[in-house]
């Protein structure tokens, strides 16, 4: 079974600093991964997602991620952190069932 | 506007009191699922929906049921609440596109339930 990890519970950056949030997968073959992102008080929004091809990954709001099979990754970038951007974010591994597994989340705070 | 929408947004009852959150979408969506997310476990999913009169039991089923009677609702019913139960529930949906399988495509997410058991 598909498993996913987030390391981070909590990180905090300074507005206009990197960002790089870190996942780690657990599946056999290749996964479908996905990262949302939870605004405080509201549901969660897709950023981006993978299924093939190209593993360099480009979403909305200037996020990026990069697949890497030999280390079962998925990490989240960001090359310059706005303060609108803390909010929780969650990486999600799917399979070729019906099923999304997501990580336990990390919080993202950003300080002026 | 594409949307899901769960009511109530919050809820306090008491144990041993029927309830029942629902879920609407408006998107024509085949897929509907209901998750719970507690502190430092993420989003635990309960149960799921493939079509109208499919569903299937997720990660933590206890406790509830669903029903799939419509393609737009998915009720999310706790025949017997329990304080364990206190949690944020949401519901999301999602096309499903079977040239690939697996669940694919993006799941859109309503505003989420608050529910307090006391």
């Known amino acids: 079974a598909q498993s996913v990890t987030q390391p981070d519970i909590h990180i905090t950056v300074s507005e206009g600093a990197s960002l790089e949030l870190r996942c780690n997968y657990s599946y056999g073959a290749t996964p479908y991964l996905f990262w949302y992102v939870q605004s405080p008080g509201q549901g969660l929004q897709l950023l981006l997602k993978?299924?093939?091809?190209?593993?360099l990954v480009q979403g909305i709001k200037g996020f990026e991620a990069e697949f890497k099979r030999s280390q079962s990754s998925f990490n989240l970038r960001k090359p310059s952190v706005h303060w609108s951007d803390a909010a929780e974010y969650f990486c999600a591994v799917g399979d070729n069932t019906d099923k999304l597994i997501f990580g336990t989340g990390t919080r993202l705070q950003v300080f002026p | 506007e594409a949307q899901v929408t769960q009511n109530p947004r919050y809820l306090i009852t008491v144990t041993g009191k029927k309830l029942t959150v629902t879920c609407s979408q408006n998107?024509?969506?085949?897929?509907m699922s209901w998750y719970r997310q507690d502190p430092g476990l993420g989003l635990r999913q309960i149960y799921y929906?493939?079509?109208?009169?499919?569903?299937d039991k997720g990660d933590v089923p206890e406790g509830y049921k669903v029903s799939r009677k419509e393609k737009r609702n998915f009720p999310l019913i706790l025949e017997s609440p329990s304080p364990n139960q206190t949690s944020l529930y949401f519901c999301?949906?999602?096309?499903?596109?079977?040239?690939?399988?697996?669940?694919?495509?993006?799941?859109?997410f309503g505003s989420g339930t608050q529910l307090s058991v006391l």
């Open positions: 999301a949906s999602s096309s499903v596109r079977r040239r690939l399988p697996g669940l694919n495509e993006k799941l859109f």
């Open positions: 998107m024509n969506h085949e897929y």
């Open positions: 993978y299924f093939s091809g190209d593993t």
């Open positions: 929906s493939m079509n109208v009169e499919v569903t």
